[in-house]
């Protein structure tokens, strides 16, 4: 056993070192939405359920924009192994005008959602704290495409550190003002759900004007800013980024929308199991955004072994990747299962909705190990630029496994919130198992071919 793992360790320390930063930026990301849950959530009940419907249906959103722009790391990471700078900042430049243009087509999808807001079937009470909370995440939607671009080139290039401190200072500035304007300290007006709004669309201009002022004028980036022109905008460019970008925005939407329709699902059971709900899903995201940052480092990796035809470094990695992840799965479940009992009393005080969180931590903690896996070989394919199976893959996963399942287990069987999260350990594993199969026929036909170009599928 010793044996088999030291083969890995040169994998082990390159992952580590690089996706560590993305870790800590991405458990910064998770600690504002504890802070955001936590407050709000001792402000108020109506509130913490009413977040937890916004902050549902805009995950999908985010995560979605979050895939499409994911088509910039392994363009990046090939052309940072083939030393061509220029044709780095062409490519960001091209992906920053993609972003922008897909931010302005989901602003137009949300507007109509927001004025048909009503036909999602949410309580009541609930439409007075939803309506203005959804504006200001709508209005905060074009910053995080933004930052995106810039954040998938600096990973790229393997400077994940950068945008590891921009990301953890617009954590601590969203922080502050939460307290300042959701219970109104000092002159501050006391804001409740409005202020903590307001506190995400600060830090979200914040981070994305930032790592644009670092860019045009740090030297350490004036490599890059040559390609970095606006009549370097090519029709080309911009097709290639849409025929990798789509792909990944529709794996991560599909994924993304098996918890966001379910939030929908849990609506219709009231107030207490939302408020409950938003509590898991804050939870969980804990988990994700570590398999996510140890995730993206493996498809940095993967598509510089790619660039290089290495073909057994690049399995050997995605290995080691995996075997990463589902490690530290171990480290973090294990810790919120013994604590399941007390964890939904630091989002709020009310007892009936901490004995349903309590209630749901099992499938929560039993879905781990396929989210891990799944996070793992989606990236390995990402860096290895095969990325329409990925769509197939999901659609199998989500929307034939996962939400069907949700549904049966919550109102046919009268689980209720129990059942709908009992549903994600079958949809996650699947979604797992069916992304390994696709990577280790991608990688065959990569070995068959003595041009590699089974890689670029």
Not at 27 to 47: P, W
Not at 233 to 242: D, F, G, M, V, Y
Not at 395 to 401: D, G, K, L
Request: proline residues 3%.
């Amino acid at each position: 056993m010793k044996n088999y793992f030291s083969k890995y360790l040169n994998h082990y320390k390159s992952l580590v070192m690089l996706g560590m930063p993305i870790v800590i930026g991405q458990i910064g990301v998770i600690v504002v939405s504890f802070a955001d849950t936590l407050m709000v959530g001792h402000h108020s009940t109506l509130e913490l359920a009413a977040a937890s419907f916004v902050n549902t249906l805009f995950m999908l959103v985010i995560v979605f924009a979050l895939g499409f722009s994911y088509a910039l790391t392994p363009i990046v990471g090939n052309l940072f192994g083939k030393n061509d700078h220029k044709g780095i900042g062409i490519a960001l430049i091209n992906n920053v005008v993609a972003n922008i243009s897909l931010s302005l087509l989901l602003m137009l999808i949300l507007t109509v959602v927001y004025f048909n807001i009503s036909l999602l079937g949410q309580p009541e009470e609930l439409y007075p704290y939803i309506r203005p909370y959804f504006i200001i995440n709508l209005v905060s939607l074009p910053f995080i495409l933004w930052f995106n671009s810039f954040r998938q080139f600096s990973d790229g290039i393997t400077d994940t550190k950068t945008s590891m401190w921009i990301m953890l200072s617009g954590n601590i500035l969203n922080i502050i003002c939460n307290w300042l304007l959701i219970y109104g300290v000092g002159f501050f007006p006391e804001l409740g759900l409005l202020g903590a709004g307001l506190s995400t669309l600060l830090s979200r201009i914040f981070m994305a004007v930032m790592f644009s002022c670092l860019f045009l004028r740090k030297s350490k980036y004036i490599r890059f800013r040559e390609g970095f022109k606006i009549s370097e905008i090519k029709r080309s460019e911009l097709a290639a980024h849409n025929k990798l970008g789509w792909p990944l925005a529709l794996q991560m939407g599909m994924e993304t929308a098996a918890f966001s329709l379910t939030g929908i699902m849990v609506g219709w059971l009231g107030v207490m199991e939302l408020a409950a709900h938003q509590i898991l899903l804050t939870i969980s995201q804990l988990f994700y955004m570590v398999y996510y940052g140890m995730g993206a480092a493996v498809a940095v990796r993967v598509s510089y072994f790619a660039g290089q035809n290495d073909h057994k470094q690049l399995y050997d990695c995605s290995k080691a990747g995996l075997h990463i992840i589902l490690f530290i799965a171990v480290c973090v479940a294990v810790p919120i299962w013994m604590l399941s009992d007390n964890i939904g009393y630091l989002f709020t005080d009310n007892s009936e909705v901490c004995l349903l969180v309590s209630a749901v931590i099992l499938p929560m903690v039993l879905y781990q190990f396929g989210d891990g896996m799944q996070c793992n070989y989606a990236n390995a394919l990402r860096g290895i630029r095969v990325v329409k199976p990925l769509m197939t893959n999901a659609f199998i996963a989500y929307f034939v496994v996962s939400l069907p399942l949700s549904y049966i287990f919550g109102f046919v069987f009268n689980w209720r919130l129990l059942g709908i999260w009992f549903a994600f350990p079958f949809g996650l594993t699947c979604a797992g198992i069916l992304y390994y199969i696709c990577f280790r026929r991608s990688l065959k036909r990569a070995y068959n071919s003595d041009s590699g170009h089974g890689l670029s599928a």
